[in-house]
């Protein structure tokens, strides 16, 4: 007779969906090596692979400033804030790897225009103004977006967070810097700052996603503790914050529809255009087809180092085995 296998607690730990939905209960962390729903692993791919390259794209409107910044000082920040988000890419695509996709896939798919990136990043930065608007209202929506993420319930993807979210801040507050200096210098600098405001408002709402009803992931997202907050309340999050700071600032956001909702407790605005937005998706918007083109590029000129780095590589893995 055939020995029947022995139940024992272990066996019930492993027991892939079980385990799973008692991790997720108790809001606790899946790591790599558990066991995960293909859907699981299948949105989260999606998510911190959308993200890893937003990072990347993300530094081009930025970059291209930092040969114009207007003194060595600034010239100084921008280029390490460029860097930073070069790294925030780099945890990113190594925490997409521990769930089984390599990264030279998820950057073939990026530089063939197959992958999304943050909407945001399909706009030009045409002022030293932009780099303050940026940094104040784009990173400011990306950490009201990514605090939430630390404790996302993906191990590696929660942690990243917490890095990336600290470097966030700094971004933020050097780009107040640059609006509020401009705001009190010449009424041209006021108004360029102005002007920069009025241009990254809506499109830095739009990084928040689509509208709650019209959001096919976030219930289950949220279900599964990757998304704390819906999309809808953590834009309404964010504009209350910018209400507060653009006072500050001595500036005014470019809608005059917002207000505190003291039943739903809720910041309302206008609507954005959301037609706009499905537009950049779909890869229309203003400087779509210049990122994967500048992408592309910098991914052909770098071929060289990855070669050198992998031979590299190979002769230590090689003299490490003849040592042994
Ligand atoms: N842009 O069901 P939904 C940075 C897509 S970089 C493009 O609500 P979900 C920085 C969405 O992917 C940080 N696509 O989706 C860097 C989905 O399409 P698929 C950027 C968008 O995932 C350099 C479809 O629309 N932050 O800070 O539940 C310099 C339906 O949406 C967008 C992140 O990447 C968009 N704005 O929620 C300075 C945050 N919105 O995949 C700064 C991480 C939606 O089904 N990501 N889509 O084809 C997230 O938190 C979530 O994925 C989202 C969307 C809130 C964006």
């Known amino acids: 007779m055939e020995a029947q296998p022995v139940l024992v607690e272990t066996d019930v730990d492993t027991d892939g969906q079980a385990n799973f939905d008692r991790i997720i209960a108790q809001d606790s962390r899946i790591e790599p090596r558990d066991w995960m729903p293909a859907a699981y692993r299948k949105t989260l791919l999606r998510q911190i692979s959308q993200h890893a390259h937003s990072e990347i794209i993300g530094m081009q409107p930025e970059a291209n400033w930092i040969s114009r910044a207007p003194s060595l000082k600034r010239k100084a920040i921008l280029m390490a804030k460029v860097q930073d988000e070069a790294g925030h890419g780099l945890y990113l695509y190594s925490a997409a790897e521990t769930l089984g996709q390599s990264r030279d896939q998820m950057m073939a798919d990026l530089i063939a225009g197959k992958a999304r990136y943050s909407s945001i990043f399909n706009y030009p930065a045409r002022s030293w103004a932009d780099?303050?608007?940026?940094?104040?209202?784009?990173?400011?929506?990306?950490?009201?977006?990514?605090?939430?993420?630390?404790?996302?319930?993906?191990?590696?993807?929660?942690?990243?967070?917490?890095?990336?979210?600290?470097?966030?801040?700094?971004?933020?507050?050097?780009?107040?810097?640059?609006?509020?200096?401009?705001?009190?210098?010449?009424?041209?600098?006021?108004?360029?700052?102005?002007?920069?405001?009025?241009?990254?408002?809506?499109p830095s709402l739009m990084m928040f996603g689509p509208p709650d009803?019209?959001?096919?992931?976030?219930?289950?997202?949220?279900?599964?503790?990757?998304?704390?907050?819906?999309?809808?309340?953590?834009?309404?999050?964010?504009?209350?914050?910018?209400?507060?700071?653009?006072?500050?600032?001595?500036?005014?956001?470019?809608?005059?529809?917002?207000?505190?909702?003291?039943?739903?407790?809720?910041?309302?605005?206008?609507?954005?255009?959301?037609?706009?937005?499905?537009?950049?998706?779909?890869?229309?918007?203003?400087?779509?087809?210049?990122?994967?083109?500048?992408?592309?590029?910098?991914?052909?000129?770098?071929?060289?180092?990855?070669?050198?780095?992998?031979?590299?590589?190979?002769?230590?893995?090689?003299?490490?085995?003849?040592?042994?």
């Open 131 to 202: 780099m303050g608007a940026i940094g104040w209202l784009v990173d400011g929506a990306a950490i009201c977006n990514q605090v939430p993420l630390c404790r996302a319930s993906y191990g590696p993807y929660g942690r990243a967070m917490v890095r990336v979210c600290k470097e966030e801040s700094f971004h933020q507050r050097q780009g107040f810097e640059i609006l509020l200096e401009l705001s009190q210098g010449t009424p041209e600098q006021k108004q360029m700052a102005q002007d920069a405001v009025n241009r990254w408002y809506a």
């Open 213 to 324: 009803d019209d959001s096919p992931n976030s219930r289950q997202s949220m279900a599964w503790n990757i998304k704390r907050f819906s999309n809808d309340e953590l834009r309404s999050r964010f504009v209350g914050m910018m209400v507060e700071q653009v006072r500050v600032l001595g500036l005014t956001l470019p809608d005059s529809e917002i207000r505190f909702n003291a039943d739903t407790k809720m910041w309302e605005h206008s609507e954005l255009d959301w037609q706009e937005f499905k537009e950049v998706l779909a890869g229309r918007g203003p400087c779509n087809a210049q990122r994967l083109e500048r992408r592309r590029d910098a991914h052909d000129d770098g071929a060289w180092v990855r070669e050198a780095a992998a031979a590299y590589a190979e002769r230590q893995a090689v003299a490490t085995e003849s040592a042994a």
